[in-house]
């Protein structure tokens, strides 16, 4: 049996395109060959991850498929684009229902990448976005963080954070170890946030493009740890 394709694709688009890029998220749910699970995503800086977040010049889509997938409608309406293919370690949690990353298991070394994603119940939205400040400078300052931003399907009740990270370490101490982050987790049960909910961690296994547009803050240090 062959493994799935992961990937994460992201576009900035410029300010005069920002229509026609709506409109390619409008048609963006026709079926694919070879894709099985796919969502395309509006994006946020990554600053607050609450509404007023949206970067309406970003745009990005993950994809599950038995071959290589592309998109040349976006690729030419953009100025930056980047993709980063991805080996699932661990999924938990559904997707609109599904659970659409078979996790390897495998213990990597270099660079992870995590992707949040919850539908917010509308009674505990505005409980939910009061705690969202403090996990977002927390995060802001982590060590090993290398890029970050929001994702979403819709500006309000879906929302999701893609974070890539030097290494597993790295995204454990924050997760863990970082008191706003663990404080919100341990709410999570009972405050009942989330219709639905989905963590998922993956390998980076390359990355090609313009890693600026995932909002990548590496050093030089970085660049060799990462250097494929």
Do not use: C
């Not at 009740?157 to 454990?172: E, F, K, P, Y």
């Amino acid at each position: 049996m062959t493994a799935d394709l992961v990937a994460l694709h992201v576009w900035r688009v410029p300010r005069r395109a920002v229509g026609s890029a709506m409109l390619r998220m409008a048609f963006a749910r026709r079926r694919r060959p070879g894709v099985r699970f796919a969502k395309f995503l509006g994006t946020g800086t990554g600053l607050s991850f609450g509404p007023g977040d949206s970067d309406l010049t970003r745009y990005a889509a993950i994809t599950v498929s038995d071959r290589p997938v592309g998109f040349p409608v976006w690729d030419r309406i953009a100025v930056q684009q980047a993709r980063v293919d991805l080996e699932p370690l661990v999924s938990r949690g559904e997707w609109s229902g599904h659970s659409p990353f078979q996790p390897t298991g495998r213990r990597a070394d270099g660079p992870i990448l995590a992707v949040t994603r919850a539908r917010l119940r509308p009674s505990r939205a505005v409980r939910f976005w009061r705690a969202v400040p403090p996990v977002a400078r927390e995060l802001a300052t982590a060590e090993g963080l290398l890029a970050r931003f929001g994702i979403g399907e819709a500006p309000i009740g879906w929302q999701g954070t893609v974070s890539v990270w030097r290494s597993a370490a790295d995204l454990t101490a924050f997760a863990y170890r970082q008191p706003e982050h663990r404080a919100a987790i341990a709410r999570t049960p009972a405050d009942r946030w989330y219709a639905e909910e989905l963590f998922a961690r993956f390998a980076v296994l390359d990355i090609s493009g313009d890693r600026t547009v995932l909002g990548w803050t590496e050093t030089a240090d970085d660049k060799e740890r990462t250097k494929r």
